[in-house]
């Protein structure tokens, strides 16, 4: 089986420190929160950021002095920075990051009820984001929240607005979305192309369900405090760290190996 990327997403737009006080908010938080779930095998760094409030925020500035910090505390993960912000924003301010030219970002391929909010990726959306990435040449993660999303996506492909290695997230348990189960998981993952590769995402309590079923089926797996604040029910995770190590055990239990930064850009065939 392929080496097992471990994305974190170590902060996302929704979560506050009042959720959990271990969220890391600032830049040098943001930093110290990379290089920890580095060392503990991640090689995807999922990036958003906040204002001074701690409101999220897709200000390029912003971005920028996360991205200058966490490069300054030498991580060598991917940085794949969000164009999906948070719900309610317009898509000029979601798509700013993509300018600051990283290796990879997130597109969104469909819109979907987000808990009380809908998050908005019309075709028209999709297909800019997708133009601008690909003249940039970033590498986008293909985010599906539902069914449709993954044939959004390759109705993208079929226009030509995809020209990469095709690389999925699945995401299951969002609110008003398509459930966490393996069935689930399964089923979507039937879907996809033979030639892409896919990682899982499962919120709240799933992630953890998730985790173990994408490790047995050759998935990649996302964790992290975006999608979830528990290491267990009713206790609060310590760090993203912490909950990327426990993805590591239970690879090596299977006996499967965990990419490095390099491997992982070798899987996603990232040339930049
Ligand atoms: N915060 C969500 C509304 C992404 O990063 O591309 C959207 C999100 C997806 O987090
Ligand atoms: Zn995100």
Not at 133 to 153: R, S
Not at 156 to 182: N, Q, R, T, W, Y
Not at 217 to 246: P, T
């Amino acid at each position: 089986m392929e080496k097992l990327i471990i994305t974190a997403a170590i902060c996302g737009a929704e979560v506050t420190k009042a959720d959990n006080p271990n969220l890391p908010i600032s830049a040098s938080e943001i930093a110290q929160a990379s290089l920890s779930a580095e060392q503990a095998g991640a090689s995807i760094i999922h990036l958003h950021v906040r204002d001074e409030a701690g409101n999220p925020t897709q200000q390029k500035e912003e971005f920028k002095k996360a991205i200058d910090k966490i490069k300054e505390y030498g991580v060598k993960a991917i940085i794949q920075p969000s164009t999906g912000g948070a719900a309610g924003m317009t898509w000029q301010e979601r798509i700013q990051p993509i300018y600051l030219n990283p290796e990879m970002a997130t597109l969104d391929c469909g819109t979907t009820n987000f808990g009380d909010d809908i998050f908005v990726n019309d075709l028209p959306l999709m297909r800019n984001f997708a133009q601008e990435m690909k003249k940039l040449d970033i590498l986008p993660e293909l985010e599906c929240f539902e069914l449709g999303h993954i044939y959004n996506a390759l109705k993208l492909l079929k226009e030509g607005f995809l020209d990469k290695h095709l690389h999925f997230d699945i995401v299951l348990g969002i609110p008003g979305a398509m459930p966490a189960s393996i069935k689930n998981l399964l089923f979507m993952v039937e879907h996809l192309p033979s030639n892409a590769t896919w990682t899982s995402a499962g919120i709240g309590r799933h992630q953890l369900e998730m985790a173990y079923h994408t490790i047995t089926m050759g998935g990649h797996v996302r964790v992290g405090f975006e999608d979830n604040i528990y290491y267990k029910k009713g206790r609060l995770a310590e760090s993203n760290a912490q909950l990327v190590k426990r993805v590591v055990r239970l690879a090596e239990n299977y006996g499967r190996k965990i990419a490095s930064p390099h491997e992982a850009r070798q899987i996603l065939q990232i040339k930049k």
